[in-house]
């Protein structure tokens, strides 16, 4: 078929601490301040993606849901243009897992069936990390593709 347009739906929003393995990943100190983002991202109305993002407050410090649902743009786009913060690439981590109750709800599959994993880390200049990213994602009809900070 065509190239259908993505939505995205932000579920959640809230500000916390980073946990010992975010802040890690993150090259914070634990207990940092934090965004914690879940968006439901849907192609042709049907949901494909739940993601949950880590951001550090500190990178976004105006940063509410408010912003993020009137982007207009890729968040990536917004991190750029609002921030000053240009992801160059990222790294993935991909294992298969099985769907948890609340995110087959969510992703319209039943508990237990198939879903991949996506560990990303996106990074800005000097590979310093800006964004923590996990994606549950349905790929019982869609592909996932990636070529984000491939060379030219």
């Known amino acids: 078929g065509g190239r259908r347009v993505p939505t995205t739906r932000t ?27 879940r968006n439901l991202l849907s192609l042709g109305g049907e949901p494909v993606v739940l993601d949950e993002l880590v951001l550090p407050v500190e990178l976004f410090p105006d940063l509410s849901q408010d912003v993020l649902t009137g982007r207009g743009n890729t968040i990536y786009h917004l991190y750029h243009t609002r921030y000053g913060v240009n992801v160059l690439r990222t790294t993935e981590r991909l294992r298969a897992v099985r769907a948890s109750v609340e995110a087959g709800k969510l992703l319209g599959v039943g508990t237990g069936a198939p879903l991949l994993q996506i560990a990303r880390t996106a990074l800005t200049y000097g590979s310093a990390p800006v964004e923590l990213r996990e994606s549950l994602v349905n790929t019982s009809r869609h592909e ?8 030219a």
């Open 11 to 37: 579920l959640a929003f809230r500000r916390g601490r980073a946990l010992a393995g975010e802040a890690r990943r993150l090259d914070l100190r634990p207990g940092a301040p934090v965004f914690r983002v």
């Open 144 to 151: 996932y593709f990636s070529d984000l900070g491939k060379p």
